[in-house]
């Protein structure tokens, strides 16, 4: 058979979802050799999507469109998955902990799952739109996609956090990094997101000035980028400066997870504006 | 004092966090004035993102700018009037979403201000002198013996540490100081400034910018701009020419490609041409040109022969009159109907002088009989091409390098506090408990791999040069 992009991309669902799995067992069980079983799924699906998001360029300019597949919905899921995974892989090698890869591996399994087997999401090539047909539309949704992804795994930090109400001293949830350490690397995953997602919305505002002639229009995904960009700043301000810590960046943690997701598919199935291209059909 | 910033360690001496914390507690003693105290708090820094962000909301929801009829028909008499009083139709331009706007600025202002001269005083009173058993309480700290106090001179000592350095003499020894991205605290301003300078050219924008929309047939100058708030007409200065407008579609239908070929003249000469496309504008004399829209028109080919045998070929476009002189006729096209009965149809106006006006229906193809007074004509349409109409975007922003120059000192004050740290390393030689010792210590606010690291190179060098056991 011959090998698609789509195919190699819709298989790396299954591998996601394998790694969490290894990632859980491993937690669970407290077998650091299935953990390391994990890291080695991940990263063979890490390699299969990256040869797959690869392949489906080369596609692209077979048909004749010749594009970056950074332009759909379904091009867009995939990318959030493979920014997530490196993210998360750059944590783990870091850290040398992989029980963030229970709470992380998840996020990247269920965005390919809705790419990949939801009838609404088309995975066509499609061709490019003349508002698309620019140099920022690499560097703008890389850029918020590196945010989004750091979120998204600030989010599951939050969650771990949540879970781990104080610091055991045995027990499943004595393997969490402790307390102060997630709280520490929430914080730090937040700012680089929030880092990114500035650079996001400036790329995203020197591209709108050149397309449309104007940086600013309060469209609604600009207008949920801001919402999202405020909940973040309230983490960083009120822990920076006011001294929350733990529970309350946690909560914020979700709170600005939950803004990320509005921002990327609320706003495109629920909202009509300017980037209505982004829609699923 | 300990503070966590951006998951690294920062170490502040205590003034320097109640500087940062509580804000109006200001160094000098003086007591705190409660409206400035409001105002640089980041309690209200806070309270306004969350306003910011809960109202920017409802933006969101309700659709913008379009005209207040609409908004009585989808929501109703009462909720009408709620959308008119509180400016909901366009309420990112309401005088209370500004109002919020301006209070943020003033609060990052005040905050500002406030904190400058605390945090330089500070800043500058920090010169590294330290007791030597605070050294080895430092998070990174070694003590070496060495085989007598003079292994070492002073010249030996200094090139072990980076330059540049202070140094000082602390208990019956010396202490060598060297610190490196002690500016880095001044990050946070500016990004915080970067904010203000956004907001600034944004409002330049908005007081001294311009913002409109011609539309222009290909084959015809436009010299005016219709502004898109006021309607108003806004002359340009020169005259935009559109040559031709070309729209090209893929196979599956969906748009590839909408392009105008633009001439600027200026006096009546030719002084620029440019194609234009989406994300390709085009400037001139401070004003910029976007491709945004087109329509079609058709044009009609309609050929009229007479009684006594005259033939002719009139080009005919949609609500034009067009003059057919040796016979007297004026002739125009009211309607276009370009599917009608599986055909294109047009209901074409014909007068004269003496007579009433009439209009006809005409299907492509199908030839006509009419009568005017006693002449008879026969008339059919040959042929509809298309004419095509250029939108376009005209926009004069002088704020917008302002806000590019924001946008860059964002990125620049994100890189200072991501990545730039102040390190501080001391290295002392004297004895202590009457043997000579040589201590090193070092602390850094952020990156504590990366300090670990540079760290350990200045220890191995130490070890080399000493040959002393820790």
């Known amino acids: 058979m011959i090998l698609t992009s789509s195919y190699l991309l819709s298989l790396t669902t299954f591998i996601y979802l394998g790694a969490a799995v290894l990632y859980l067992i491993s937690w669970i069980f407290r077998v650091d050799k299935v953990g390391l079983l994990g890291t080695f799924a991940t990263v063979v699906g890490f390699l299969a999507q990256t040869i797959g998001i690869l392949l489906r360029w080369v596609e692209s300019y077979q048909m004749g469109y010749g594009h970056a597949p950074l332009s759909n919905l379904y091009e867009s899921l995939v990318f959030f998955s493979w920014m997530t995974i490196l993210v998360y892989l750059f944590l783990e090698f870091r850290l040398k902990n992989r029980v963030i890869g229970v709470f992380s591996t998840p996020f990247a399994s269920l965005a390919m799952a809705y790419a990949s087997f939801n009838p609404n999401v088309t995975d066509e090539i499609q061709p490019l739109i003349p508002a698309l047909k620019s140099n920022w539309l690499i560097a703008h949704v890389v850029t918020c996609f590196l945010g989004y992804s750091s979120f998204a795994i600030a989010c599951g930090m939050g969650l771990m956090y949540l879970l781990k109400s104080k610091d055991y001293e045995t027990g499943l949830l004595s393997k969490l990094p402790s307390q102060k350490n997630l709280d520490e690397l929430m914080h730090q995953t937040i700012f680089f997101g929030f880092l990114w997602l500035s650079v996001g919305i400036i790329t995203g505002a020197v591209w709108a000035n050149e397309a449309w002639g104007t940086y600013w229009s309060w469209d609604p995904k600009e207008t949920w980028s801001l919402i999202t960009w405020f909940v973040y700043a309230i983490a960083l301000h009120a822990r920076f400066v006011r001294g929350w810590m733990g529970k309350k960046i946690a909560y914020l943690s979700l709170i600005g997870f939950i803004s990320v997701i509005f921002t990327y598919f609320g706003v495109n199935f629920l909202l009509s504006g300017l980037h209505s291209y982004a829609n699923a059909g | ?470």
């Open chain 2, 1 to 470: 004092m300990h503070i966590q910033w951006n998951g690294m360690l920062i170490n502040l001496p205590g003034p320097f966090l109640m500087a940062i914390s509580n804000s109006s507690q200001s160094v000098s003693g003086t007591p705190p004035k409660p409206f400035w105290h409001i105002l640089t708090s980041v309690r209200l820094a806070i309270t306004l993102f969350i306003l910011l962000a809960a109202t920017s909301i409802i933006g969101t929801l309700i659709p913008q700018g379009e005209s207040l009829h609409l908004y009585l028909e989808k929501y109703g008499p009462t909720m009408f009037q709620v959308i008119k009083v509180a400016h909901l139709y366009d309420m990112y331009n309401s005088w209370w979403f500004i109002a919020l706007l301006l209070l943020f600025a003033i609060n990052l202002v005040a905050c500002t201000i406030n904190r400058f001269p605390i945090i330089s005083q500070l800043y500058k009173k920090d010169t590294g002198l330290q007791p030597v058993d605070r050294l080895l309480k430092m998070p990174k700290s070694a003590a070496f013996t060495l085989s007598s106090a003079d292994s070492l001179s002073e010249k030996d000592l200094t090139r072990l540490l980076p330059a540049p350095f202070r140094s000082f003499d602390v208990e019956n020894g010396r202490l060598f100081f060297h610190e490196s991205g002690k500016w880095s605290y001044w990050g946070v301003y500016i990004l915080h400034i970067s904010i203000l300078v956004i907001l600034v050219g944004a409002l330049i924008g908005s007081i001294w910018g311009f913002k409109g929309q011609i539309m222009i047939a290909e084959g015809e100058k436009v010299a005016e701009a219709v502004e898109r708030f006021t309607g108003k007409n806004f002359p340009l200065g020169f005259e935009v020419y559109c040559e031709k407008f070309f729209v090209d579609f893929y196979d599956t239908g969906a748009p590839k490609e909408f392009r105008s070929d633009l001439v600027i003249f200026e006096n009546d000469k030719e002084v620029l041409r440019k194609p234009i496309r989406v994300n390709e504008p085009l400037s001139y004399k401070g004003l910029t040109f976007y491709q945004s829209s087109y329509e079609a028109m058709p044009i009609i080919t309609f050929t009229i022969t007479s009684a006594d045998g005259k033939k002719k070929v009139l080009k005919l476009p949609i609500s034009e009159k067009v003059n057919w002189q040796e016979a007297g006729l004026n002739l125009g096209v009211m309607q276009f109907l370009p599917n009608i009965h599986g055909g294109q149809a047009a209901h074409v106006w014909i007068g004269d002088d003496g007579l009433p006006p009439e209009a006809i229906w005409f299907l492509k193809g199908a030839e006509k009989e009419f009568r005017r007074g006693n002449n008879i004509y026969r008339a059919s349409i040959t042929e509809v091409t298309q004419r095509y109409m250029t939108g376009l975007q005209v926009k004069k922003d002088p704020g917008v390098w302002v806000v590019w120059l924001g946008c860059a000192g964002m990125l620049l004050g994100f890189g200072v506090v991501f990545w730039v740290a102040h390190r501080r390393i001391w290295l002392w030689v004297g004895e202590r408990n009457g043997q000579p010792t040589l201590i090193l210590a070092g602390r850094t606010n952020k990156n504590n791999m990366q300090f670990e690291r540079f760290f350990t190179e200045v220890e191995h060098k130490i070890r080399a040069a000493t040959g002393a056991k820790i």
